[in-house]
């Protein structure tokens, strides 16, 4: 049978119009498709998936290789008396790709046609150039695009990323390079082609490019200032290398996993972008609590709380108190007024880039039980009457204490370890708590704003037949309901201790007029540091086991980088 151009594209337009005709249905779902599609079986059901997959892939490759072949015609301009483009052209002969894809079609169609010399484009496309020749990324790319493979988005992405490698590769290993791009982009898609670049500078890059580029990276890491948005939220921009995001999601890790309570029953519905700004919130915290025990601040503690608050109020808020009293470990509330032009009963946050902040009650509350406070008293015109100095809170020695004794936080059904959760006033501090061993308990972050949102309260004891010490009670409001009892039996106690104190003051000389030492009943030092070294050397053990299984990752993303060039070669 003889073949003549008129015959080829009647027979080419025929079939187009079969497939098209063969998959038409209407707006009630009858055609030829629906009216067998009820009638196949499993298998022939994927089977027929499969076939509408390939004649959707090999229908876009004909549409590249149309938009291209006009391109390089320039029918777009002389359709329209030399105005228009390319995207124009595709848009208007192939409306459903308005939907998506219409610009990357044209974008590339535009490069293939624009690629070539002269008087080089044949009947295959182009016939020179980079998009022809097999050894440059354009000709590897164009030939996968021609069998339908890949789409004009992941083509578009893959030489994307090799503009900005190829001149970072090794010569001979390009092709390999860019095929695997492409075979990574058709099994996971284009945002995960994109993060292959690093692997491939570190496994096909010249002599120290891998070094040079991870240095460059230094210079345009960020970190920007806090600014408070509508919401009351405080934002910041992040950008790291991939050493300081290792590092970052290395500490945050396991801490913003979800942590549902099996004792409790209770679900950890919070999201994933809050846990993760809880883990981030409980890692500084801790770093800040380290540095200021190394600095020997008051307590060792992790947040310095400036309050500011008016004499009247500060006055108002002590009805009761004692004289006769020497305790003054709880000079004022925490959660009193900022002074001038702020409410009573909220904090201002100061010394700080958040400065100016406002805290409502119940959040300095909660950080009360783990700051210093610095109570800043103005006078009714708002001057400053006096600064106070910090006011020693949990000591390093008690801390220490109650890690051993407690090992974790001991809120039901949390393993935290000791050493990322904090010291929590049973009674609050600013309720007139004491802070000694006896009205403590770790507790974690998490599970500390829990135990404030819910009031919750717990009581000491000896350890029970599973080592507990703190049984809490997690009825809403016991912490209300047990205040005043609880209350009075600190009074008594303090009540006891004046009282016995003034019974051996003429046994013996003091020659101090401080308050009575609170570590006198306490285990001595050597104790508490091998509980310490105890505490130090299961950590230790943990970070190994991380590092270990750090490597094995890295290993296995070895092998899979390995095996994917093995098969493109």
Same mark, same amino acid.
Not at 207 to 216: A, L, M
Not at 272 to 283: D, G
Not at 363 to 375: K, N, Y
Not at 379 to 397: C, N, Q, S, W, Y
């Given at each position: 049978?003889?073949?003549?151009?008129?015959?080829?594209?009647?027979?080419?337009?025929? =079939?187009?119009?079969?497939?098209?005709?063969?998959?038409?249905?209407?707006?009630?779902?009858?055609?030829?498709?629906? *009216?067998?599609?009820?009638?196949?079986?499993?298998?022939?059901?994927?089977?027929?998936?499969?076939?509408?997959?390939?004649?959707?892939?090999?229908?876009?490759?004909?549409?590249?290789?149309?938009?291209?072949?006009?391109?390089?015609?320039?029918?777009?301009?002389?359709?329209?008396?030399?105005?228009?483009?390319?995207?124009?052209?595709?848009?208007?002969?192939?409306?459903?790709?308005?939907?998506?894809?219409?610009?990357?079609?044209?974008?590339?169609?535009?490069?293939?046609?624009?690629?070539?010399?002269?008087?080089?484009?044949?009947?295959?496309?182009?016939?020179?150039?980079?998009?022809?020749?097999?050894?440059?990324?354009?000709?590897?790319?164009? =030939?996968?695009?021609?069998?339908?493979?890949?789409?004009?988005?992941?083509?578009?992405?893959?030489?994307? #990323?090799?503009?900005?490698?190829?001149?970072?590769?090794?010569?001979?290993?390009?092709?390999?390079?860019?095929?695997?791009?492409?075979?990574?982009?058709?099994?996971?898609?284009?945002?995960?082609?994109?993060?292959?670049?690093?692997?491939? &500078?570190?496994?096909?890059?010249?002599?120290?490019?891998?070094?040079?580029?991870?240095?460059?990276?230094?210079?345009?890491?960020?970190?920007?200032?806090?600014?408070?948005?509508?919401?009351?939220?405080?934002?910041?921009?992040?950008?790291?290398?991939?050493?300081?995001?290792?590092?970052?999601?290395?500490?945050?890790?396991?801490?913003?996993?979800?942590?549902?309570?099996?004792?409790?029953?209770?679900? !950890?519905?919070?999201?994933?972008?809050?846990?993760?700004?809880?883990?981030?919130?409980?890692?500084?915290?801790?770093?800040?609590? #380290?540095?200021?025990?190394?600095?020997?601040?008051?307590?060792?503690?992790?947040?310095?709380?400036?309050?500011?608050?008016?004499?009247?109020?500060?006055?108002?808020?002590?009805?009761?108190? *004692?004289?006769?009293?020497?305790?003054?470990?709880?000079?004022?509330?925490?959660?009193?007024?900022?002074?001038?032009?702020?409410?009573?009963?909220?904090?201002?946050?100061?010394?700080?880039?958040?400065?100016?902040?406002?805290?409502?009650?119940?959040?300095?509350?909660?950080?009360?039980?783990? =700051?210093?406070?610095?109570?800043?008293?103005?006078?009714? !015109?708002?001057?400053?009457?006096?600064?106070?100095?910090?006011?020693?809170?949990?000591?390093?020695?008690? %801390?220490?204490?109650?890690?051993?004794?407690?090992?974790?936080?001991?809120?039901?059904?949390?393993?935290?370890? =000791?050493?990322?959760?904090?010291?929590?006033?049973? &009674?609050?501090?600013?309720?007139?708590?004491?802070?000694?061993?006896?009205?403590?308990?770790?507790?974690?972050?998490?599970?500390?704003?829990?135990?404030? !949102?819910?009031?919750? &309260?717990?009581?000491?004891?000896?350890? *029970?037949?599973?080592?507990?010490?703190?049984?809490?009670?997690?009825?809403?409001?016991?912490?209300?309901?047990?205040?005043?009892?609880?209350?009075?039996? &600190?009074?008594?106690?303090?009540?006891?201790?004046?009282?016995?104190?003034?019974?051996?003051?003429?046994?013996?000389? %003091?020659?101090?007029?401080?308050?009575?030492?609170?570590?006198?009943?306490?285990?001595?030092?050597?104790?508490?540091?091998?509980?310490?070294?105890?505490?130090?050397? *299961?950590?230790?053990?943990?970070?190994?086991?991380?590092?270990?299984?750090?490597?094995?990752? !890295?290993?296995?993303?070895?092998?899979?980088?390995?095996?994917?060039?093995?098969?493109?070669?």
């Amino acid at each position: 049978m003889n073949h003549t151009p008129a015959t080829d594209v009647a027979r080419l337009r025929a =079939a187009l119009e079969g497939a098209r005709d063969a998959l038409a249905c209407d707006a009630a779902g009858v055609g030829p498709l629906g *009216d067998v599609l009820t009638r196949l079986s499993g298998p022939e059901l994927a089977e027929f998936m499969r076939l509408a997959d390939d004649v959707k892939a090999r229908a876009g490759a004909a549409q590249i290789r149309v938009a291209a072949e006009a391109a390089h015609r320039g029918e777009f301009t002389s359709a329209r008396r030399g105005e228009g483009s390319v995207y124009s052209w595709v848009r208007e002969h192939a409306p459903s790709l308005r939907q998506d894809g219409d610009s990357q079609v044209a974008q590339l169609a535009q490069d293939v046609a624009c690629s070539v010399p002269g008087g080089l484009w044949s009947t295959a496309g182009p016939g020179a150039g980079a998009y022809a020749d097999p050894e440059r990324p354009e000709g590897v790319v164009w =030939a996968r695009v021609l069998t339908g493979e890949i789409g004009p988005g992941l083509a578009l992405t893959a030489l994307k #990323e090799m503009a900005k490698l190829e001149d970072l590769l090794r010569p001979e290993v390009v092709p390999t390079v860019a095929g695997a791009i492409l075979d990574h982009g058709v099994l996971w898609g284009r945002a995960e082609a994109r993060r292959l670049r690093p692997h491939l &500078i570190a496994m096909f890059g010249a002599e120290g490019e891998f070094d040079d580029t991870q240095k460059k990276l230094r210079k345009v890491a960020y970190l920007t200032s806090p600014r408070v948005n509508d919401a009351d939220i405080t934002e910041y921009r992040l950008g790291l290398t991939p050493e300081q995001a290792a590092t970052l999601e290395a500490a945050i890790g396991d801490l913003s996993n979800p942590a549902p309570n099996d004792v409790t029953g209770e679900r !950890d519905t919070r999201p994933s972008e809050q846990r993760r700004a809880e883990a981030l919130a409980a890692v500084c915290r801790r770093v800040a609590g #380290e540095g200021a025990a190394a600095k020997a601040t008051p307590g060792g503690a992790s947040t310095t709380v400036h309050v500011g608050i008016n004499l009247d109020d500060l006055l108002s808020l002590f009805p009761d108190t *004692d004289p006769c009293d020497t305790n003054t470990e709880h000079p004022a509330d925490a959660s009193a007024g900022a002074g001038a032009g702020v409410k009573a009963g909220c904090g201002r946050v100061m010394v700080s880039r958040a400065q100016a902040t406002i805290l409502s009650p119940a959040i300095v509350r909660q950080m009360a039980c783990d =700051a210093d406070i610095l109570p800043v008293v103005f006078g009714a !015109d708002g001057e400053i009457l006096d600064v106070g100095r910090a006011v020693r809170l949990f000591t390093k020695g008690q %801390r220490r204490a109650l890690w051993h004794r407690d090992k974790t936080c001991t809120y039901p059904g949390c393993d935290t370890p =000791a050493g990322w959760a904090k010291a929590h006033h049973l &009674i609050h501090w600013v309720d007139g708590g004491p802070t000694d061993l006896g009205y403590a308990a770790l507790l974690c972050q998490r599970h500390h704003t829990h135990v404030h !949102d819910k009031r919750l &309260i717990a009581t000491v004891h000896p350890p *029970d037949e599973h080592g507990a010490s703190v049984t809490w009670d997690l009825s809403p409001g016991s912490y209300d309901r047990d205040l005043p009892a609880r209350l009075n039996q &600190i009074r008594r106690e303090r009540a006891t201790q004046r009282a016995t104190a003034q019974q051996r003051a003429p046994q013996r000389a %003091r020659l101090d007029t401080g308050p009575p030492d609170p570590w006198v009943d306490q285990p001595p030092e050597h104790v508490i540091q091998t509980w310490v070294d105890e505490w130090m050397a *299961d950590e230790q053990d943990r970070e190994r086991w991380e590092t270990r299984r750090n490597a094995e990752f !890295d290993d296995a993303l070895a092998t899979m980088l390995d095996e994917e060039r093995t098969n493109s070669a």
